[in-house]
C-alpha cells in the first residue's frame, strides 16, 4: 500500500488528453510539500518530468504539465503520442515518523 | 554530462550481504542529497534510503533500517549502500537518483542505469 494513491491505469487515444490523479495525506502534501512526476519507459530508469508541482525539466515537453492543490495532485498529458505509453509515478516528502520520501504505486498510460 | 553509474548487484543468498556503489560524474556529491529507489520485478519504485548535500542526515524506509547503510566517499565522488542481513523481499533493480538540491526532496533529476539484486 503507497503512501500516495494513483490509479493504476489510464488510457486514451492520439491527441487526446488525460490526467493521472495523486492523493496524499496531511503529512506530505497536506504539509506543504511538492509533487514530482517521473516518466518510467518500459525497461528504462525513471525520467523526471514535473518538479515542485508544476514545473518543467528542460527538454520535457510543455504537452506535460502538473498541478496541486490541498492534499491532492494531478498529472496532465494533451495531445498524447504514442511515445507517452509509460508507467507515470507521483513522489513526495512526508514528514510522519523519521521523514521519508514517498512515491505513488504508478500508473500505466495506454495510448489506444 | 551528469552521470550516474551503478554497480555491485549480484545473486546473493539470503542472510548475505552486497555493497552497492554509484559513481558520480558531472557534480558534486557533496552539493546535492542523493537517494536509493529500488523497484521489484514487475512491481512501483520504493525509497529506500537518502543522505543529505552535507552528508550529516540520513534517512532509511522501515523496510531496510538497521540492515542497509548509506555512505559516501567525497574524493571518489561515489555513493554506496551497504546492504546486510538481505532478504527474499530485497530483489529488486536498485537505482541511485540525485535531488535537486542538497537538502532532498525537491525532485530527482538525474538517475543511474539500475543494478540488480537478487536474494535466492
Redesign the interface.
Known amino acids: 500500500q503507497s503512501v500516495l494513491t494513483q490509479p493504476p491505469s489510464v488510457s486514451g487515444a492520439p491527441g487526446q488528453r488525460v490526467t493521472i490523479s495523486c492523493t496524499g495525506t496531511s503529512s506530505n502534501f497536506g504539509s506543504n510539500y511538492d509533487v514530482h512526476w517521473y516518466q518510467q519507459l518500459p525497461g528504462k530508469a525513471p525520467k523526471l518530468l514535473i518538479y515542485g508541482n508544476n514545473n518543467r525539466p528542460s527538454g520535457v515537453p510543455d504537452r506535460f504539465s502538473g498541478s496541486k492543490s490541498g492534499t491532492s495532485a494531478s498529472l496532465a498529458i494533451t495531445g498524447l503520442q504514442a511515445e507517452d505509453e509509460a508507467d507515470y509515478y507521483c513522489q513526495s516528502y512526508d514528514n510522519s515518523l523519521s521523514g521519508s520520501w514517498v512515491f505513488g504505486g504508478g500508473t500505466k498510460l495506454t495510448v489506444l | 554530462e551528469v552521470q550516474l553509474l551503478e554497480s555491485g548487484g549480484g545473486l546473493v543468498q539470503p542472510g548475505g550481504s552486497l555493497r552497492l556503489s554509484c559513481a558520480a560524474s558531472g557534480f558534486t556529491l557533496s552539493s546535492y542529497a542523493m537517494?536509493w529507489?529500488r523497484q521489484a520485478p514487475g512491481k512501483?519504485?520504493?525509497?529506500v534510503s537518502?543522505i543529505s548535500g552535507s552528508g550529516m542526515s540520513k534517512?532509511y524506509?522501515?523496510s531496510v533500517k538497521g540492515r542497509f547503510t548509506i555512505s559516501r566517499d567525497i574524493s571518489k565522488n561515489t555513493l554506496f549502500l551497504q546492504m546486510n542481513s538481505l532478504r527474499a523481499e530485497d530483489t529488486a533493480v536498485y537505482?541511485c537518483?540525485k535531488d535537486?538540491s542538497q537538502w532532498?526532496?525537491?525532485?530527482?533529476?538525474v538517475?543511474?542505469?539500475?543494478t540488480t539484486v537478487t536474494v535466492s
Open positions: 537517494t529507489v512501483g519504485l520504493e525509497w537518502a534517512y524506509a522501515d537505482y537518483a535537486r532532498g526532496a525537491y525532485g530527482l533529476d538517475w543511474g542505469q539500475g
